[in-house]
């Protein structure tokens, strides 16, 4: 009888994990893709973080070309919908490509993401 106990115990907690890890408690994420430029060329190894009014940022890295894809969890692509900040960051240990003026590196650019797909293309000026 404790065993079945137990087990029935066992069983509704898995089902309680399995069902708060659900796709269900997330937000709605669009699509997020694009390139990020200084002067007209292409800004690799940068990270590219858009972060919501509320709720989890979303982030990515730029390719050698510059392109972006946002990830918001493991298996899970895009941003949040609604108006995000977004901002760039070197990674510790990854020499600079270009010299970012301050103000896009710390102030950023404030976007609205919307549902489905968003080209987001950040071209950035040195002067």
Do not use: H
């Amino acid at each position: 009888m404790r065993r079945l106990a137990f087990l029935s115990s066992c069983l509704a907690l898995a089902v309680s994990v399995l069902v708060g890890c659900g796709r269900g408690d997330m937000p709605e994420l669009g699509d997020v893709y694009g390139k990020v430029t200084l002067d007209g060329k292409p800004v690799p190894n940068i990270n590219i973080l858009f972060t919501p009014e509320s709720g989890r940022a979303a982030g990515g890295v730029t390719d050698e070309e510059g392109n972006y894809e946002l990830k918001y969890l493991e298996g899970y692509s895009g941003s949040k919908v609604g108006p995000a900040k977004v901002t760039f960051e070197w990674s510790p240990g990854v020499e600079p490509s270009a010299a970012i003026p301050a103000k896009y590196m710390q102030e950023g650019f404030s976007v609205e993401v919307k549902e489905g797909s968003n080209e987001l293309n950040f071209p950035m000026e040195s002067k």
